[in-house]
């Protein structure tokens, strides 16, 4: 079946008569993590105001883990939580009970409602198709236009079904609203029938065997069942200039393996993960601001060549017009790291 596309001049036009014109670009925003937070419990919504200057993007969470009789709750207390707070640099998200669910829709238009341009960012869980985006695209204009919202309030997917991998590059096209996307390991496994109850992260029966070598024991290297995900989803996202970021990691008791599974993730260009505990703020902290000392060597590579082209050594080391392209990525994302983190400005040299 031929499905037509929309004509490019209106692919950035507003859904609705009065609804703010969608971004060119991404506003630019330090998002390291986001972190997930229970909006029902008093307990959490008090934290609130201490936990916003330490976390980039905190996220009032309506869906998995959030009990169905406390659904109403949790929308109810977001909005308190949303409405007593000023977030400052911080983002406010929020995560959206799926779209089959009866929940959905009083999430979206009860808390653009009470929130309007305080809410940055939509998270939509167990997202399949471009269809999917229209959707809340559609829904997001009109409640901008009804209640005079004068930003676009942006979609972020989870990448958490077979099908929503299939057609990754049609989500992360969808719209001049998406976002990002983050992937979800424990759906899409299930999604997928692995065998895995991990919620991310690796298996230690997922590996290669060395070759036999006489009777010499042989080695198991566990391989990252996550890699071939994680790099679908980063090409879809750096080709749509929107933003890829690994999901939840579920065991808190090892967070040498969340650090881990956080750097692979970041090594192969995601910007940020999921914080599910206090103690994975610090990992994602540490783990998506770049190493001074990759810094002071990127800085090296640009000063060198001042117009980006040509080649030069340094340190035994080839330089040329893409290295240069990659010590600008990471040049560039250590000035968003700095303007928020005076030790780590310090630590770059930019301060
Ligand atoms: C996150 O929502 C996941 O399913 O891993
Ligand atoms: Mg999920």
């Known amino acids: ?39 029902h ?31 109403v709750a949790a929308r109810e207390g977001l909005i308190a939580l949303g409405r007593a707070n000023d977030f400052g640099a911080t983002g406010l998200w929020t995560r959206i009970n799926a779209l089959n669910s009866p929940w959905a829709v009083d999430d979206i238009v009860e808390l653009v409602g009470a929130l309007g341009a305080k809410l940055d960012v939509v998270m939509v869980p167990k997202v399949d198709g471009p269809w999917d985006i229209h959707y809340v695209d559609q829904l997001l204009a009109q409640l901008e236009a009804k209640h005079a919202v004068g930003k676009p309030i942006l979609i ?68 990252d069942l996550w890699h071939y995900t994680v790099a679908k989803m980063v090409d ?17 008791a090892d967070p040498a393996a969340c650090e881990a599974q956080f750097r692979n993730a970041f090594l192969q260009g995601c910007v ?44 035994g080391k080839m330089q040329d017009d893409a290295t240069w392209k990659q010590a600008k990525v990471i040049v560039d994302l250590a000035r968003i790291v ?8 310090a630590a770059y040299g930019l301060s």
Not at 166 to 174: G, L, M, S
Not at 239 to 252: E, L, M, R, S, V
């Open 272 to 315: 940020g993960a999921w914080s599910l505990h206090p103690t994975q703020v610090d990992i994602a902290k540490r783990v998506f601001s770049p190493d001074p000392g990759e810094v002071r060597f990127a800085a090296r590579i640009l000063e060198a060549m001042p117009d980006g082209t040509g080649a030069v050594m340094i340190d």
């Open 156 to 223: 972020h997917a989870i990448l958490e079904t077979a099908e929503g991998v299939k057609n990754v590059d049609a989500i992360a096209a969808a719209s001049p609203r998406m976002h990002g996307m983050s992937l979800g390991p424990a759906d899409l496994a299930a999604s997928r029938a692995m065998k895995t109850t991990r919620v991310g992260g690796g298996h230690p029966d997922y590996a290669v065997l060395a070759d036999p070598n006489g009777d010499a024991p042989r080695t198991a290297f566990q391989q």
């Open 236 to 252: 879809a996202c750096a080709a749509n200039g929107i933003k890829p970021f690994y999901g939840p990691f579920g065991d808190f």
């Open 41 to 71: 419990l008093e307990k959490f919504r008090a934290k609130v105001p201490e936990l916003i200057g330490t976390v980039d993007v905190l996220l009032g969470n309506l869906e998995d883990a959030i009990p169905a009789d406390a659904k």
């Open 1 to 39: 079946m031929h499905v037509p596309e929309k004509l490019p001049r209106n692919f950035y036009k507003p859904l609705a008569i009065g609804a703010p014109e969608p971004y060119r670009e991404l506003p630019v925003r330090l998002e390291r993590m986001i972190h997930f937070l229970p909006p």
């Open 338 to 345: 700095a303007a928020r983190d005076p030790a780590l400005a």
